[in-house]
């Protein structure tokens, strides 16, 4: 099956600790995306990358950080420099150019973070 | 830039009634429209798109939305809810030209009851 994985669904961390969130595609895409959904917020753009070594920041990347060493995979680690971690968060995939459309991109199930 | 207004956080329905989800978009390029469904405990699924043609653009399971230019809007609407369709559901554009970065709403809860 093609698809989005995110581990692990739930996540439980001390405050002052860094955490890593994995997100991995197999759908050959070429950009992948991480946002951070709040209720009532919608989803905000955390990171993103476009090709293999390289990314830009979205609206919030304080405190976040990123890697794509490969293109199946793009994990975010949150760093204790992010005063309110705990929430819901969403990896995504995309296919660039010609064999797909800006904007139709295809969502992992979520981890959902609390740091207490 | 670009903004997306969904006009109702909560929309309480019951079943089998007609419903619909509004949003509005501010944007100085042209865009391409998008709803996203989120189900509970889940991450979001397209639902539907407009990128040209045929103003009216319809979903598999009997969801449909409307693109009008000159109020920028992209209503979303169904005949007849089911208590299946209790979800999220976000309204998102992308400029043309741009690297494909999605603009969100910030959501509308579809609650419908029996």
């Known amino acids: 099956d093609g698809g989005i994985t995110q581990s692990p669904k739930y996540l439980f961390r001390k405050e002052g600790q860094n955490v890593t969130l994995s997100c991995e595609q197999n759908l050959n895409h070429d950009a992948m995306y991480w946002y951070r959904q709040d209720p009532g917020q919608g989803l905000r753009l955390i990171y993103y990358?476009?090709?293999?070594?390289?990314?830009q920041k979205g609206d919030i990347a304080e405190g976040y950080s990123v890697s794509r060493e490969k293109k199946e995979s793009f994990p975010l680690t949150v760093t204790s420099a992010q005063k309110n971690p705990t929430a819901f968060y969403l990896c995504?995939?995309?296919?660039?150019?010609?064999?797909?459309?800006?904007?139709?991109?295809?969502f992992g199930p979520g981890t959902r973070l609390t740091v207490t | 830039a670009q903004s997306v207004t969904q006009l109702d956080s909560q929309v309480p329905v019951f079943e089998e009634a007609p419903v619909e989800l509004r949003c509005n978009y501010s944007?100085?390029?042209?865009?391409?429209l998008f709803w996203y469904v989120q189900y509970p405990n889940q991450g979001l699924q397209l639902l539907l798109k407009y990128l040209s043609g045929s103003t009216l653009v319809e979903s598999i399971n009997g969801f449909e939305a409307e693109f009008n230019k000159s109020q920028t809007s992209f209503h979303l609407r169904k005949p007849s809810v089911h208590i299946s369709d209790t979800a999220e559901y976000f309204c998102?554009?992308?400029?043309?030209?741009?690297?494909?970065?999605?603009?969100f709403g910030k959501g509308t809860k579809l609650s419908v009851k029996p």
């Open positions: 990358s476009q090709i293999v070594n390289d990314f």
């Open positions: 998102a554009v992308c400029p043309r030209g741009s690297q494909g970065n999605l603009i």
């Open positions: 995504a995939s995309s296919p660039l150019g010609t064999s797909g459309v800006p904007g139709e991109q295809y």
């Open positions: 944007s100085s390029v042209s865009v391409y």
